[in-house]
């Protein structure tokens, strides 16, 4: 009875690993540890997959020049701006940010990206300091 018993555990292990990808719940990001000089933000982005189905999907961080309250520009150059690839449930984490303001943008790629949008629908400026993370929970993308 005890050889049953181990056998069935042993299989249920086995075949418990061999489950589709679908079926399995993501783990959470780890806490990133900062290196010196920058700082990190996380969060996870609302619908993305649905918006660009079965394609892997990029978060950048373009910084922002110019004022918070108004007046200023952004340039995303994905070869030069900070990104990541954005996890199957949306998450991300973007960890070696030089201090200042950027706007996120989501995407398959630059070009075909859309901006994190606040609640006013309006684009979303996020302020990095030097030594600080930042969990900014759920965002949504511009329509």
Avoid at 20 to 40: E, K
Avoid at 45 to 53: D, F, G, H, L, S
Avoid at 104 to 115: D, I, K, M
């Amino acid at each position: 009875m005890k050889i049953k018993i181990v056998a069935f555990a042993l299989l249920a292990f086995f075949f418990g690993g061999c489950l589709p990808a679908a079926n399995r719940t993501s783990a959470p990001i780890p806490t990133a540890t900062l290196a010196p000089g920058v700082g990190g933000l996380s969060g996870q982005i609302q619908r993305a997959a649905q918006t660009w189905p079965g394609q892997p999907l990029r978060i950048y961080a373009a910084a922002y020049y110019g004022e918070p309250d108004g007046g200023g520009f952004y340039m995303l150059d994905p070869d030069r701006d900070p990104g990541a690839p954005l996890a199957a449930d949306g998450s991300f984490t973007l960890d070696s940010l030089p201090p200042g303001s950027y706007l996120l943008v989501v995407g398959p790629s630059a070009e075909q990206g859309r901006r994190v949008v606040d609640a006013d629908q309006q684009p979303a400026l996020f302020l990095v300091q030097t030594g600080t993370w930042q969990e900014l929970g759920t965002l949504a993308l511009e329509p």
